[in-house]
């Protein structure tokens, strides 16, 4: 059976690490004293960019011309 001590990792599944429990220089809500906060207006992807209700698509996509409206979730 599966259902033994590391089922996930034999199913392929990597441990996911937040943000804050990363150093500074892997993650840009890593670091700080204890378990400190983000610190930072908005929350970041690994990547520097904003990841809540921000639009991060450009605005200068030819395809911009297509997209009539927003697809509903």
Do not use: D, L
């Not at 990792?9 to 204890?34: D, F, K, Q």
Request: aromatic share 2%.
């Amino acid at each position: 059976s599966i259902g033994k001590a590391g089922r996930n990792r034999h199913r392929g599944i990597r441990p996911s690490v937040r943000g804050t429990a990363m150093a500074p220089n892997s993650h840009p809500h890593g670091g700080g004293e204890g378990r400190s906060g983000v610190g930072m207006k908005a929350p970041k992807s690994v990547y520097g960019k904003r990841v809540q209700g921000v639009i991060t698509r450009t605005q200068k996509k030819h395809s911009n011309i297509y997209i009539i409206s927003r697809r509903k979730k």
